[in-house]
């Protein structure tokens, strides 16, 4: 965009932009459940660590973790495709984000919303859950270390992972609740950037 001065994009473009963003969220969103489980492992159960987070669990967990992504992608994607637009639309965003789309549509949205929310609740709400639970372990095994160093090392293994998680998860949900108020659209592309390009560029510390 920078280089050609243009901001114009196709309408199979946009599609492929939107599926690509909820692939690669979706995805985020399972690593880092993933991420709190293998911490947990690591400060709970030092001893059996290699044993449990061995390659063949850790290539199960990435797998499921691309296949429901893949899954969730498509089927929001193809629930977009279902709708009718205009010829000509301006998306008041950086990307096509899948609810400024939605809201471009001529066509009724109430099935996608109804996907859109569901999908939230189990996509969002279950692993965020499991990070919940996770740490809420580590808590509780890093209370019973006796040494002040010990609880110390074992906390600052964390510090990193719950950045991601609180910039991600934050952001995420400060997008979604004021993506309803037109007023905030400024606000809502601002926190955007956040989880879209802030919190990947901080996977590689966290790794």
Not at 17 to 23: A, D
Not at 81 to 93: D, E, G
Not at 137 to 143: A, E, L, N, P, Y
Request: with cysteine; glycine share 6%; proline share 3%.
């Amino acid at each position: 965009n920078i280089q050609t001065q243009s901001q114009v994009i196709t309408y199979k473009g946009c599609i492929t932009q939107m599926c690509f963003f909820i692939l690669f969220g979706a995805l985020d969103d399972f690593l880092l459940t993933v991420m709190a489980y293998d911490r947990f492992v690591a400060i709970c159960h030092p001893l059996h660590y290699a044993v449990i987070m061995n390659p063949r669990l850790c290539g199960l967990l990435l797998l499921v973790s691309w296949i429901m992504s893949t899954l969730h992608s498509l089927l929001q994607s193809l629930m977009v495709l279902r709708l009718s637009f205009c010829t000509v639309l301006k998306i008041p965003h950086f990307f096509c984000e899948l609810n400024q789309i939605l809201k471009l549509a001529c066509s009724d949205i109430f099935l996608n919303n109804l996907v859109i929310y569901l999908a939230a609740v189990l996509l969002g709400g279950v692993p965020f859950a499991g990070i919940l639970y996770s740490y809420s372990k580590i808590v509780s095994c890093i209370h019973g270390i006796p040494s002040a160093q010990g609880k110390f090392k074992a906390f600052s293994t964390c510090v990193s992972h719950l950045s991601v998680v609180f910039l991600f998860y934050c952001t995420g949900l400060g997008v979604n609740l004021s993506s309803a108020a037109a007023h905030r659209l400024h606000s809502g592309a601002v926190a955007s950037v956040m989880y879209t390009v802030v919190t990947p560029m901080l996977n590689p510390i966290v790794y």
